[in-house]
């Protein structure tokens, strides 16, 4: 079992920055390739950004690209989204997952097993 905890959000003006950190606990997530999602306000879970096992390769939504980077840590077991550039329309609660299906940054939900609870990204305008 791998337990995510996802920190690092709140509250920010338009143009902004935020850096949400992923610690997972349990086991190693080395391994897995990891992703980060989002919820906005009435709307479904959207991919955002996800990274393979070894940080080597990463893969954004086109509404992120050039703002966000993802990142990774494998020795301190933590994944990080570093978001700059802050607009309104990136409000919303953020998710981290792993995948225990592989080891390659995918955007396809299905493919993680692991989800935080997800923290909450306001940002107004």
């Known amino acids: 079992q791998v337990q995510l905890v996802e920190s690092g959000g709140g509250w920010v003006q338009a143009g902004g920055s935020l850096r949400l950190s992923c610690a997972a606990s349990?086991?190693?997530?080395?391994?897995?390739?990891m992703g980060w999602f989002r919820r906005p306000p009435g709307t479904e879970r959207e991919f955002v950004a996800s990274?393979?096992?070894?940080?080597?390769?990463?893969r954004y939504a086109t509404s992120v690209k050039g703002r966000f980077t993802v990142s990774r840590d494998n020795a301190k077991n933590t994944v990080y989204l570093q978001m700059n550039s802050l607009k309104p329309e990136d409000t919303a609660v953020y998710y981290c997952?792993?995948?225990?299906?592989?080891?390659?940054?995918?955007?396809?939900?299905?493919?993680?097993?692991?989800w935080g609870q997800g923290t909450q990204v306001t940002v107004s305008s």
């Open positions: 997952a792993a995948s225990d299906t592989t080891r390659w940054e995918t955007e396809v939900q299905y493919q993680y097993r692991y």
């Open positions: 349990g086991r190693t997530v080395s391994s897995s390739a």
């Open positions: 990274i393979s096992w070894s940080g080597g390769g990463t």
